[in-house]
């Protein structure tokens, strides 16, 4: 029975200390933040084979 229990309990402590920190977490842009520019290879269309840079 302890066998079962133990990786319950453990996932419950990592789970509730996981959430305790959900509060600060941030991801992705923020609100009013600009982007960065990304170059990327175009594979279709008028520009094929053209390296592109879009912001």
Avoid: I
């Avoid at 453990?10 to 920190?21: C, E, F, K, P, Q």
């Amino acid at each position: 029975m302890r066998r079962a229990l133990l990786p319950g309990v453990a996932l419950l402590v990592v789970m509730t200390g996981s959430l305790a920190s959900a509060d600060d977490l941030k991801s992705g842009l923020q609100l009013g933040e600009g982007t960065k520019f990304y170059l990327v290879n175009d594979a279709t269309g008028p520009n094929a084979g053209d390296s592109l840079c879009y912001r």
